[in-house]
């Protein structure tokens, strides 16, 4: 089942610019993840923030938790064309063998 | 090199006929996954596996089968009994569950 629930659905902006993307889900969760796919190939993990965490950083992007709302959000600063992917964002609701829990994505193009 | 890899990249297959898509991995993980991917959708669960000679069923089962006879492989058969086969195939290694996961470059599965 889909727990993560990113918005927007597409987001097309200016090389440069910051792109952001949010992500809401259901359940507690012990950490949750983003993902990033580039068109036709596998998903690579891009950041992990646990529960116990509001904010982390790596490189230009950076991860905000808020469990409260039960949301996270996704910061691209000065964004470049080859930012151009979908991104996911995944939960951990802990306890489960069966892992984590993808939501739809976001497709991000960066205009050159 | 440690990584995933999965094969056939692109695979097509006639009604009627069980076709077996490979997923090896040399990272030394015990959990693997399989997911379907289709066009502008998230991840969905087919089946994962904790230890070998152990799997479970995800969301969508129905119609396929697995097979982990070996800590570094992970086949998924999709056979005659699923109804709509055409998709993106992906799958997943991690040491534990929920943890980061890694992923092959994905088989594209078409039914003539």
């Known amino acids: 089942s889909q727990q993560g629930e990113e918005d927007p659905q597409a987001l097309s902006i200016q090389e440069g610019e910051n792109a952001t993307m949010n992500c809401s889900y259901k359940t507690s969760i012990n950490n949750l993840q983003w993902y990033r796919q580039n068109s036709g190939r596998g998903l690579v993990h891009l950041i992990l923030?646990?529960?116990?965490?509001r904010e982390k950083h790596s490189g230009r992007l950076r991860v905000t938790l808020d469990t409260s709302k039960k949301s996270s959000s996704l910061l691209i600063t000065a964004s470049r064309a080859a930012d151009t992917a979908s991104y996911f964002c995944?939960?951990?609701?802990?306890?489960?063998?069966?892992?984590?829990?993808f939501g739809k994505g976001t497709h991000l193009i960066i205009q050159p | 090199d440690g990584g995933i890899t999965q094969s056939p990249k692109y695979l097509f297959r006639k009604e009627g006929q069980n076709v077996t898509l490979s997923c090896e991995q040399n990272?030394?993980?015990?959990?693997m996954y399989w997911y379907r991917q289709d066009p502008g959708q998230g991840l969905r669960l087919i089946y994962y596996?904790?230890?070998?000679?152990?799997?479970q069923k995800g969301d969508i089962a129905e119609g396929y089968s697995v097979s982990r006879e070996k800590k570094e492989s992970f086949p998924l058969t999709v056979t005659s009994a699923q109804k709509n086969p055409t998709a993106f195939y992906l799958c997943?290694?991690?040491?534990?569950?929920?943890?980061?996961?890694?992923f092959g470059p994905g088989t594209r599965l078409t039914v003539l």
């Open positions: 596996s904790q230890i070998v000679n152990d799997f």
């Open positions: 923030i646990r529960s116990n965490e």
């Open positions: 995944a939960t951990d609701a802990g306890g489960g063998a069966d892992g984590l829990t």
């Open positions: 997943a290694s991690t040491r534990l569950a929920g943890e980061p996961q890694y």
């Open positions: 990272l030394n993980h015990d959990a």
